[in-house]
């Protein structure tokens, strides 16, 4: 497949990503698997600044290249830790029994055991509909504590934030409790297999390395992959937050599409940033300046990571093309890098998501796929 079919590709929700969690604005798994295969080699090193849900890293992992992701939101390394758990055959067992015994505690008849009423990263999400769910997930929470191992915390911990996400995210039908608690044993069956599978693979998979930092794009070079002038990246495949377009990466919208920060609750994380954090800038005219002055800053730091050969391929939506694309590529000359001419603008339509249908019908509808090469 060329890179060209392969961004015209929506398979926006491949299985294997989607199962974790439905990140907002992801790419398609084909698109970062077949930018992967075009322009790295096995055994290479792959980077993503802007992590998001991950899929750059699966794509990594299925094309047997190591990786390195950053990104500055929780959910998303927490998404990113939880994919790379490996159960062995006592761990898988040990999860079956764990669900097996604890699942009778999650009713509406027990005991709460997480206070679910005063923490503030429940704002917006109890209410009349929700409240045996969100008490069921509080028992589950407490539930995982019981848990021996880590990576069986993660998984535990994942399947429950994909089970709820489902439950309870843009969702007007709120399930039963008996819906939610079968979700949630099939959800974690899965995430379990993938976890043995990953685990099985382990000798084939021998000298690759992978991992996920809750840290800015910026502070790259700083991590310790890329310490002493050692390792660098053959390829960075990446999506940025797109300017002027609004995407809820820390939000979900429960009832009403009330804004929630839910989300952490789950995966045990403090919130406290706004919108304009996580899209670099937010939508009014001081925000896109700030966003092109950060991505400017990024990019320069990142060419110190990138081989001199290696390119960086971009997924990138625009509010207002005919400004923001200029001033982008104004941005990536500055920080170093030229538009590779072959292949270098692909355009596609924007498949169908939740948050594009609150754009007008010009904002963010199409995105480009842009290749660059350091200067
Ligand atoms: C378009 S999403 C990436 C989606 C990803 N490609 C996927 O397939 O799920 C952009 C991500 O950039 C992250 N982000 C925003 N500003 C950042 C920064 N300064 N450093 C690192 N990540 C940042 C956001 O939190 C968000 O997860």
Same mark, same amino acid.
């Given at each position: 497949?060329?890179?060209?079919?392969?961004?015209?590709?929506?398979?926006?929700?491949?299985?294997?990503?989607?199962?974790?969690?439905?990140?907002?604005?992801?790419?398609?798994?084909?698109?970062?698997?077949?930018?992967?295969?075009?322009?790295?080699?096995?055994?290479?090193?792959?980077?993503?600044?802007?992590?998001?849900?991950?899929?750059?890293?699966?794509?990594?992992?299925?094309?047997?290249?190591?990786?390195?992701?950053?990104?500055?939101?929780?959910?998303?390394?927490?998404?990113?830790?939880?994919?790379?758990?490996?159960?062995?055959?006592?761990?898988?067992?040990?999860?079956?029994?764990?669900?097996?015994?604890?699942?009778?505690?999650?009713?509406?008849?027990?005991?709460?055991?997480?206070?679910?009423?005063?923490?503030?990263?429940?704002?917006?999400?109890?209410?009349?509909?929700?409240?045996?769910?969100?008490?069921?997930?509080?028992?589950?929470?407490?539930?995982?504590?019981?848990?021996?191992?880590?990576?069986?915390?993660?998984?535990?911990?994942?399947?429950?934030?994909?089970?709820?996400?489902?439950?309870?995210?843009?969702?007007?039908?709120?399930?039963?409790?008996?819906?939610?608690?079968?979700?949630?044993?099939?959800?974690?069956?899965?995430?379990?297999?993938?976890?043995?599978?990953?685990?099985?693979?382990?000798?084939?998979?021998?000298?690759?390395?992978?991992?996920?930092?809750?840290?800015?794009?910026?502070?790259?070079?700083?991590?310790?992959?890329?310490?002493?002038?050692?390792?660098?990246?053959?390829?960075? *495949?990446? #999506?940025?937050?797109?300017?002027?377009?609004?995407?809820?990466? $820390?939000?979900? +919208? @429960?009832? !009403?599409?009330? &804004?929630?920060?839910?989300?952490?609750?789950?995966?045990?994380?403090?919130?406290?940033?706004?919108?304009?954090?996580?899209?670099?800038?937010?939508?009014?005219?001081?925000?896109?300046?700030?966003?092109?002055?950060?991505?400017?800053? *990024?990019? #320069?730091?990142?060419?110190?990571?990138?081989?001199?050969?290696? $390119?960086?391929? +971009? @997924?990138? !939506?625009?509010? &207002?093309?005919?400004?923001?694309?200029?001033?982008?590529?104004?941005?990536?000359?500055?920080?170093?890098?030229?538009?590779?001419?072959?292949?270098?603008?692909?355009?596609?339509?924007?498949?169908?998501?939740?948050?594009?249908?609150?754009?007008?019908?010009?904002?963010?509808?199409?995105?480009?796929?842009?290749? $660059?090469?350091?200067?």
């Amino acid at each position: 497949m060329t890179l060209w079919q392969a961004a015209q590709s929506n398979d926006l929700v491949p299985r294997s990503v989607h199962a974790y969690y439905r990140y907002p604005a992801r790419f398609s798994l084909t698109f970062a698997a077949t930018a992967i295969e075009e322009l790295s080699r096995p055994g290479e090193l792959i980077l993503d600044p802007f992590l998001g849900g991950s899929t750059s890293l699966v794509a990594a992992v299925g094309s047997s290249r190591s990786f390195v992701g950053t990104d500055i939101n929780a959910i998303s390394i927490f998404i990113g830790r939880a994919m790379l758990a490996r159960h062995d055959d006592d761990a898988q067992a040990s999860l079956q029994q764990w669900l097996a015994v604890q699942r009778k505690r999650w009713s509406y008849r027990q005991p709460g055991f997480v206070d679910t009423s005063n923490d503030p990263r429940l704002t917006n999400a109890v209410n009349i509909q929700t409240k045996a769910i969100i008490k069921a997930a509080g028992q589950v929470l407490a539930s995982i504590k019981e848990l021996d191992k880590e990576q069986l915390q993660q998984t535990a911990t994942c399947a429950l934030l994909k089970t709820c996400q489902w439950a309870l995210d843009s969702t007007r039908d709120i399930p039963s409790l008996e819906a939610f608690r079968q979700r949630y044993s099939d959800v974690l069956s899965i995430l379990s297999t993938r976890a043995r599978f990953f685990h099985a693979l382990r000798h084939q998979l021998a000298g690759l390395s992978w991992g996920v930092h809750q840290t800015s794009a910026e502070a790259v070079p700083t991590l310790p992959e890329f310490a002493g002038d050692r390792r660098r990246a053959a390829l960075i *495949v990446t #999506s940025p937050p797109y300017p002027g377009v609004h995407v809820l990466y $820390h939000r979900w +919208q @429960l009832s !009403g599409r009330k &804004e929630s920060p839910m989300p952490y609750w789950i995966v045990g994380s403090q919130d406290g940033m706004s919108e304009a954090y996580y899209t670099m800038g937010g939508r009014s005219g001081t925000g896109q300046r700030s966003y092109f002055e950060s991505m400017e800053r *990024v990019y #320069s730091q990142l060419r110190a990571v990138l081989k001199t050969r290696g $390119h960086i391929i +971009q @997924l990138i !939506g625009f509010s &207002e093309t005919a400004y923001q694309l200029p001033r982008l590529l104004l941005v990536m000359k500055r920080a170093g890098f030229k538009l590779v001419s072959d292949q270098s603008l692909i355009w596609r339509d924007v498949p169908r998501r939740s948050w594009h249908a609150r754009q007008t019908a010009a904002s963010g509808a199409r995105e480009v796929v842009l290749t $660059h090469q350091v200067r």
